[in-house]
């Protein structure tokens, strides 16, 4: 009888359920899900109605855990984000009311149309998974993942995020427009109903933290470790970058590397799962210069001129 509760298996039961509701982009998917193995944080940064909600909700509806949905505005509060403390006359003492980031997945709607400070009140829960208030500190449930979206090209009324805030997404991701047959496809599949209206959990949220468990073990030669640490080093020697990537994104690739090797069904890393993921991991923790900003260059250009550049383990020439 075939062990269908190993945690390859679970992984792509995951992904195949989440593929009902986003079609055409497993690759965004497995990503996604090897964020939340690693414990990481997903910033989805695309266009309107290309699928970022969906993709929180089929992910945390396949796993069957608890789901909230935080939309950021300019007049949110921090209180509106962690919670409140209520004096009870009841009881004739304070209460904790918890806030919508007590959850498993937190979907943070369009977080750069609140102000700074609303927002670093996200990071004390993405970092330490844990909610201060009033000075009394409250654990998060666990498995935990914040996935925020925000939109690229309508800059009116949003804030920019602080390094330091997008330093705590292990990742940024883009769905990117459906292709012809997928479009219709969408069309196809919604003609009547919504698919993330019947999407059933096909994992628990104890298999998802057996997943997280089972990803530290994963094998990493140290020639691949080796080149995790060459391309982040990079980073701060490449002439267009004005700060370069912190040891936070060496250990961001280490584990997400690891997390997609589990998620692809392999007990070891390989050269092409850093390349796959290096974008993804290492793109939104760089700050261009100003010139390289003019010039109208990406920081997803230069890590991938970056990936030309460092040598492939075990690649020849």
Known sequence: ????????????RIIDNVSKVIVGKRSVIEHALAALVAQGHVLVEDVPGVGKTMLAKSISASVGCSFKRIQFT???????????SVYSQQRGEFEFRPGPIMSQVVLADEINRATPKTQSAMLEAMEELQ???DGVTHNLEHPFIVMATQNPIEYEGTFPLPEAQLDRFLMRLSLGYPTFNEEMSVIEIQETTHPIDDLEAVATPGEVISMQQAAKQIYVDQ???????SLVEATREQRDVALGASPRASLGLFRASRALALVQNR???IPDDIRDLAVSVIAHRLILSSSARMRGVRTADVVQDLLNQVAVPGATR
């Open 223 to 229: 020639v691949v470790r080796s080149y995790i640490v």
């Open 74 to 84: 300019p007049d949110l509060l921090p209180s509106d984000v962690s919670g409140i």
């Open 131 to 133: 909610v201060t208030v």
């Open 267 to 269: 007990d070891y890393v």
């Open 1 to 12: 009888m075939q062990d269908t509760s190993t945690p390859a298996l679970i992984a792509l």
